[in-house]
């Protein structure tokens, strides 16, 4: 199973750490860093984890999915041997924003 992250997901997790650096010690920033990467990677081995993601039933919902590395959702799509990375954010954003903005505008 080959994980391709999208330009828009790697920007994120850049932000994601940018924002922290700012607040927090380069030890969270690296945990949390590592957190997400280790959740992400995890799908080579278990590419059907995840739960489904409300919000994308105009597209083919069984192919996106969510998954959760502390405070960070993970969204990403199954397309056979792939796994692509569309999003990564803080659980206190507004996902459906994001989902529209990024996926539905692209669907």
Request: proline letters at 3%; glycine letters at 4%; one cysteine or more.
């Amino acid at each position: 199973m080959d994980i391709i992250w999208t330009d828009a997901a790697r920007d994120d997790l850049l932000e994601i750490r940018e924002y922290l650096r700012r607040s927090q010690s380069p030890a969270l920033v690296k945990n949390v860093t590592e957190a997400i990467r280790a959740e992400t990677g995890s799908l080579k081995d278990w590419p059907s984890k995840g739960i489904f993601v409300q919000g994308l039933e105009e597209l083919q919902p069984d192919q996106y999915r969510e998954l959760l590395a502390g405070q960070h959702r993970i969204i990403f799509e199954r397309a056979s041997e792939t796994v692509y990375v569309h999003i990564v954010c803080h659980t206190s954003r507004d996902l459906e924003a994001l989902l529209r903005r990024r996926l539905l505008a692209a669907g």
